[in-house]
């Protein structure tokens, strides 16, 4: 069974970062594309970033920079930098497997992160 264990979030100021980290068990995970998505309150889950099993990155265009995706294939966990956070970036991060930018399999518990001053 496929499992995501997200962790890191929590309240930061505007401007600030934090490091996202998910643990995955039950899946080839070197081989596949793990990445992230987030759900702000009243909003459609939407796509972050990805990394594929070559270590090419995908983002989001509302990224810019700001964040950097990485993974640990001895660790099976997949990592997201975000720095310079705004207040649109409070939402719940979830991360999964991707084909394109599209998520194939079941959510985790996610990690809350809340901009805010």
């Known amino acids: 069974q496929v499992r995501f264990v997200e962790s890191g979030g929590g309240l930061v100021q505007p401007g600030g970062s934090l490091r996202l980290s998910c643990a995955t068990s039950?899946?080839?995970?070197?081989?596949?594309?793990i990445g992230w998505s987030r759900q702000a309150p009243g909003k459609e889950r939407e796509f972050v970033a990805f990394?594929?099993?070559?270590?090419?990155?995908e983002y989001a265009n509302f990224v810019n920079g700001r964040f950097t995706i990485s993974r640990d294939n001895a660790k099976n966990t997949v990592y997201l930098q975000m720095n310079s956070l705004k207040p649109e970036d409070t939402a719940v991060y979830y991360c999964?497997?991707?084909?394109?930018?599209?998520?194939?399999?079941?959510w985790g518990q996610g990690t809350q992160v809340t901009v805010s001053s």
């Open positions: 999964n497997i991707y084909v394109g930018r599209l998520p194939v399999s079941s």
């Open positions: 039950g899946l080839d995970f070197s081989g596949s594309t």
């Open positions: 990394i594929n099993r070559y270590r090419y990155t």
